[in-house]
């Protein structure tokens, strides 16, 4: 008889999970094994077909599915491995394949480990062994994540790449530290962000500046991504995206926190990622140096939740976001109205428009409101210029003198609270010495207690007020110290503009207008500004 010639394909693979949970069978070991196998039992070899770093439960691995085509090809005729998990650890795709697919293409399979040979037969323990490589998978996955998750508590950074602005500490495994190399990219992105720049806006300045781009730095340093950037023209490495830029704006990685979470696998079988909701994020704080501060990074993201947005015919609406109703609390709607020289825009509050009526009109021309805030911003912006010492001074509402000794008399009533504080802490201590000792009786020993307990909440009380108040007087003086500062960077105020308003003003609140003695409309506009709030 003709002695039917086995055309081999050697199949070898090896996945992360299999390292972690210490199982042994490193490429070059299963490919020792099978090539001797092979060589023992008269096969031919057609080629290797290897998975390196590829999940058992995952069947769409790059050579697994070339060892598919050549059998389609006619090229194959015999598969081995080293045992059944190497092929799969998915129960039912596994045995798909050795129980179908192999059958009916005329393919020999042979697991080494496990006595499965096909030309054998049925093995009776192969679908046994599928179920408790699954098993194994499941359990893996299980540990895999249990790690990751101690990793994460322990503040430790888990994405492949550092995120732009920062590096891995060479000294502490896990760890972020601040790049000096790119840490200004980040600045400059969420300096233009604070001032009231857009997503768009910034993505198109990094793209005018020739900013080099996250993928590229990693490219220039580690040489990944080399399928993007290798042979490319210059221009590639400063190509950025508006996704890009909105991602970056939202991390709180750059605030000193890390986020895990975010994504996972459908399952242990299915390693298509989702996106996670955000409540089943996991955050740990201050885990890495903080490149942009707390209070910069909220205002961004403030300004992202009420981005103004452009209207069908391209308009920008400046107020969109800012202006609010005095009396609901509603944003007010833009509108248009035709008159005989084209249209002109109003606000009203939302609550009165469509057909709503659960508030009155608060009507107000755009030009008009335009001009007022565009008045009080130059005035401030002259003010700022001229004399800053004066203009904190106003701000604060006081002068230095009395400020000065405002804080004088806080402190020392703040010594005095706090010396009486000890000085009763000191009389507890006696009082209960002369009562154990019976100097006192308990009568009096209760009675002064009382008296002394009550004195001593009053005490602390005022303590906290006090420290409240001197902090928060401190507080304010750097905020308006900060405002000053913001608003001189505005010299020279000739019209409105969204970067404007975004940086400068919180809120403009519009009053429903009423009429005056002599029948002229009057309506106040209160604006509430950046740090400071509303001022005179």
């Known amino acids: 008889m003709k002695q039917l010639i086995y055309n081999t394909a050697l199949y070898l693979r090896l996945s992360r999970d299999d390292e972690l949970s ?51 090809d006619g090229k194959i005729n015999c598969v081995i491995t080293k045992d059944l998990s190497r092929l799969g650890r998915n129960y039912v795709m596994t045995g798909q394949y050795t129980d179908f697919y192999f059958p009916s293409k005329g393919v020999r399979y042979i697991a080494i480990n496990d006595n499965v040979d096909t030309l054998n037969g049925e093995s009776e323990l192969a679908p046994f062994l599928n179920i408790l490589n699954e098993m194994h998978a499941r359990q893996t996955s299980k540990k895999v994540k249990a790690a990751l998750h101690t990793k994460f508590t322990n503040g430790l950074h888990g994405g492949a790449y550092a995120p732009l602005g920062y590096m891995r500490d060479p000294e502490q495994k896990g760890h972020l530290i601040i790049d000096p190399d790119t840490r200004w990219i980040v600045e400059k992105i969420f300096d233009l962000a604070v001032h009231g720049s857009g997503a768009s806006k910034i993505t198109r300045i990094l793209l005018n500046e020739k900013v080099p781009s996250p993928g590229w730095l990693n490219y220039h340093r580690y040489g990944t991504f080399a399928h993007i950037y290798a042979g ?46 955000r409540d089943e994020w996991f955050k740990v704080e201050n885990t890495h140096e903080a490149i942009i501060s707390e209070e910069d990074f909220q205002r961004v993201q403030e300004m992202i939740d009420t981005r103004r947005r452009s209207q069908k015919n391209g308009e920008l609406q400046l107020f969109a976001g800012l202006i609010k109703c005095a009396d609901c609390g509603w944003s007010l709607g833009h509108g248009r109205r035709k008159t005989k020289h084209g249209y002109d825009g109003y606000y009203h509050c939302s609550k009165n428009g469509q057909g709503l009526r659960q508030c009155s009109m608060h009507y107000i ?58 000085e009763i802490d000191s009389l507890f201590m006696k009082m209960y010495e002369d009562w154990s000792a019976g100097r006192i009786t308990e ?61 400068l003003i919180e809120k403009v609140v519009v009053h429903e207008a009423t009429k005056d003695t002599d029948g002229s409309r009057v309506q106040e506009v209160e604006i509430y500004y950046r740090f400071i709030g509303k001022i005179e």
């Open 22 to 72: 210490g199982e042994s069978g490193s490429i070059s070991t299963q490919r020792m094994m099978l090539l001797q196998y092979a060589q023992e039992h008269g096969l031919n070899v057609v080629d290797e077909y290897i998975d390196d770093g590829w999940s058992g439960t995952n069947f769409d691995r790059p050579a697994f599915q070339r060892m598919i085509d050549d059998i389609e």
């Open 232 to 277: 490319q023209h210059e221009d590639k490495a400063y190509v950025w995206t508006i996704a890009q830029v909105k991602k970056l704006l939202k991390d709180e990685v750059y605030i000193g926190h890390s986020i895990h979470n975010r994504q996972s696998n459908i399952s242990f079988k299915n390693k298509k990622k989702v996106r996670k909701p």
């Open 365 to 422: 021309r755009e030009d008009v409101l335009c001009a007022y805030v565009l008045s009080r911003l130059q005035y401030w912006s002259q003010q700022a210029q001229q004399n800053e010492e004066k203009l904190l001074k106003r701000l604060m509402g006081a002068t230095d003198r009395e400020r000065n000794a405002a804080k004088k008399k806080q402190a020392a009533e703040l010594r005095k609270a706090e010396k009486r504080k000890a």
């Open 443 to 503: 009568y009096n020993f209760n009675m002064l207690s009382e008296k002394y307990q009550t004195e001593q909440q009053e005490l602390d009380a005022k303590i906290q007020q006090l420290r409240s108040s001197m902090e928060a007087d401190q507080q304010s003086v750097q905020d308006a110290e900060k405002w000053i500062e913001l608003i001189r960077r505005y010299t020279n105020i000739a019209e409105l503009s969204a970067d404007l308003l975004n940086a």
